[in-house]
């Protein structure tokens, strides 16, 4: 997938390549030799066709001009110490790359192609120095075009990860977000690379997901205000965008996630676990300002959605995505695979609601991990046809989720602790012999805890259930 390259990178490369550089002088020293200063002069500032000729002509050449082999050192080597003779090699190397395809697989017959690259990529932590982000693009360009997965590049690749991870974070830089973002998706070419993106999540994704929420106006905060309903958008960004998150750099994440949810079999419940990808998605698919925007938001959810019905179908019908999905619909759409998009994903929902049911309802959202006031909760049938059935869950999994819910002080949100309070006493009441298997979990304990809650719905939905207790406590004795 080709994308234009961002304009401070191809601004800085422009410059560079303007540059004179006195290469008989640098011959002279001794900084090259002149048997690499003549690779460079045919290649130079010559017609696009006639360096793509020249090279495909001298692979093996060129090969060596770069990486070098055993006795003779590549270019980057002789000049070490020559920085703008470095960056003017890095930015005729990537000009090379891009323009003769062949020349990057050439480079792999060289053992490890990365060996010279590397350490300019961490020569500096200043985003000022140009050496390690056009180190970057060279290093991508080169993976990205040879869809190299050797030994090589799998230990080079999280190396660039990482350092393209930490132009991401530098939020006060939308340019070199946009950048490292661009590189990610030009890396993420097969199954291999892709696990290795989400290998290092904690570097790759989660950084993306904090853009994704500055967008959806949520900013660093839980999911707390979009579960609830209670979400206010911050205005300041792209058409209807929060958070100051331009176009560019939202379809650019955006497609970054969905490149990656190519691997939704192996890695969607753990990316809705830990990101709430769902809920955020149905979100931005609510403020999406552009035709492609929606179009990668609903193809990422039906391959998240059709890789693991059973786990995240239940989540998006929490969500409220198929009330959502009929009010896209009603959008004026003229982007035909969108279309599709949206139609495959309104049948696979529609399917799933003919045969769900409320306690399915119920499971996905404890398992979501944020309660609200759905219908289940204050529905006394619910809890008399269910109760039993959702103690012996998966071996007791749903009262040991609401343990982990009820652990949370939920400061900005205490309506969550009121209804695990209000579940933890209909499960009493209902199925009193097995409270036991609640206390064991602390329940109990945590139950007594907030009735000394700040909130007065808290203290007596607590109240509330530990009544429960105390009555089968007596009655037993």
Same mark, same amino acid.
């Given at each position: 997938?080709?994308?234009?390259?961002?304009?401070?990178?191809?601004?800085?490369?422009?410059?560079?390549?303007?540059?004179?550089?006195?290469?008989?002088?640098?011959?002279?020293?001794?900084?090259?030799?002149?048997?690499?200063?003549?690779?460079?002069?045919?290649v130079d500032k010559v017609k696009r066709e006639q360096r793509k000729q020249v090279v495909e002509g001298d692979l093996d050449g060129y090969r060596i001009?770069?990486?070098?082999?055993? %006795?003779? +050192?590549?270019?980057?080597? #002789?000049?070490? @110490?020559? =920085? /703008?003779?470095? !960056?003017?090699? *890095?930015? &005729? $190397?990537?000009?090379?790359?891009? %323009?003769? +395809?062949?020349?990057?697989? #050439?480079?792999? @017959?060289? =053992? /490890?192609?990365? !060996?010279?690259? *590397?350490? &300019? $990529?961490?020569?500096?932590?200043?985003?000022?120095?140009?050496?390690?982000?056009?180190?970057?693009?060279?290093?991508?360009?080169?993976?990205?075009?040879?869809?190299?997965?050797?030994?090589?590049?799998?230990?080079?690749?999280?190396?660039?990860?990482?350092?393209?991870?930490?132009?991401?974070?530098?939020?006060?830089?939308?340019?070199?977000?946009?950048?490292?973002?661009?590189?990610?998706?030009?890396?993420?070419?097969?199954?291999?690379?892709?696990?290795?993106?989400?290998?290092?999540?904690?570097?790759?994704?989660?950084?993306?997901?904090?853009?994704?929420?500055?967008?959806?106006?949520?900013?660093?905060?839980?999911?707390?205000?979009?579960?609830?309903?209670?979400?206010?958008?911050?205005?300041?960004?792209?058409?209807?965008?929060?958070?100051?998150v331009g176009l560019q750099l939202l379809y650019h994440v955006l497609l970054v996630l969905w490149q990656l949810s190519f691997e939704a079999e192996e890695?969607?419940?753990?990316?809705?676990?830990?990101?709430?990808?769902?809920?955020?998605?149905?979100?931005?698919?609510?403020?999406?300002?552009?035709?492609?925007?929606?179009?990668?938001?609903?193809?990422?959810?039906?391959?998240?959605?059709?890789?693991?019905?059973?786990?995240?179908?239940?989540?998006?019908?929490?969500?409220?995505?198929?009330?959502?999905?009929?009010?896209?619909?009603?959008?004026?759409?003229?982007?035909?695979?969108?279309?599709?998009?949206?139609?495959?994903?309104?049948?696979?929902?529609?399917?799933?609601?003919?045969?769900?049911?409320?306690?399915?309802?119920?499971?996905?959202?404890?398992?979501?991990?944020?309660?609200?006031?759905?219908?289940?909760?204050?529905?006394?049938?619910?809890?008399?046809?269910?109760?039993?059935?959702?103690?012996?869950?998966?071996?007791?999994?749903?009262?040991?989720?609401?343990?982990?819910i009820m652990k949370k002080p939920w400061e900005n949100d205490k309506a969550v602790l009121a209804i695990a309070c209000n579940d933890i006493g209909c499960?009493?009441?209902?199925?009193?012999?097995?409270?036991?298997?609640?206390?064991?979990?602390?329940?109990?304990?945590?139950?007594?805890?907030?009735?000394?809650?700040?909130?007065?719905?808290?203290?007596?939905?607590?109240?509330?259930?530990?009544?429960?207790?105390?009555?089968?406590?007596?009655?037993?004795?």
């Open positions: 997938m080709s994308l234009d390259p961002p304009p401070y990178l191809s601004s800085l490369q422009n410059n560079i390549r303007q540059r004179p550089i006195p290469w008989d002088g640098a011959a002279r020293a001794g900084t090259i030799t002149e048997a690499q200063l003549a690779k460079i002069r045919a001009l770069f990486v070098g082999e055993h %006795g003779t +050192p590549g270019v980057l080597e #002789s000049a070490s @110490k020559r =920085s /703008d003779v470095v !960056q003017y090699i *890095l930015v &005729l $190397l990537s000009d090379l790359l891009e %323009g003769v +395809p062949t020349l990057a697989k #050439s480079l792999f @017959k060289d =053992s /490890d192609p990365y !060996q010279h690259f *590397l350490p &300019l $990529l961490a020569r500096s932590n200043n985003s000022e120095d140009p050496l390690p982000l056009l180190t970057s693009t060279v290093l991508t360009t080169l993976m990205a075009n040879s869809r190299d997965e050797s030994r090589a590049t799998e230990q080079a690749l999280p190396l660039v990860l990482s350092y393209l991870c930490g132009l991401v974070k530098n939020s006060n830089d939308a340019g070199l977000q946009d950048i490292a973002v661009m590189e990610y998706s030009s890396l993420l070419y097969g199954q291999s690379s892709r696990q290795l993106f989400w290998k290092q999540r904690s570097e790759t994704v989660a950084p993306l997901i904090d853009i994704l929420r500055k967008a959806a106006g949520i900013g660093g905060e839980s999911s707390a205000s979009l579960w609830s309903g209670n979400t206010t958008t911050r205005s300041g960004g792209f058409e209807g965008l929060s958070g100051g890695i969607g419940d753990d990316l809705n676990d830990e990101y709430d990808i769902i809920l955020l998605y149905t979100q931005l698919l609510r403020l999406s300002p552009k035709e492609k925007t929606t179009r990668l938001l609903l193809s990422t959810l039906y391959n998240l959605l059709d890789a693991n019905p059973s786990t995240l179908l239940p989540a998006a019908v929490l969500a409220r995505l198929p009330a959502l999905l009929q009010n896209v619909s009603g959008r004026h759409l003229t982007d035909p695979d969108l279309q599709e998009d949206l139609e495959r994903l309104k049948e696979t929902l529609e399917e799933y609601q003919k045969t769900k049911t409320t306690f399915d309802e119920y499971v996905a959202e404890v398992h979501s991990g944020h309660l609200r006031w759905s219908p289940p909760h204050r529905h006394q049938v619910f809890w008399t046809e269910n109760s039993r059935k959702i103690l012996d869950f998966e071996n007791g999994e749903i009262p040991r989720k609401l343990a982990d499960l009493v009441r209902e199925v009193p012999e097995k409270r036991y298997q609640l206390e064991k979990l602390g329940l109990k304990t945590r139950i007594m805890e907030l009735m000394q809650d700040s909130d007065e719905n808290v203290r007596w939905e607590s109240l509330r259930a530990l009544g429960g207790w105390l009555k089968y406590s007596f009655e037993s004795n």
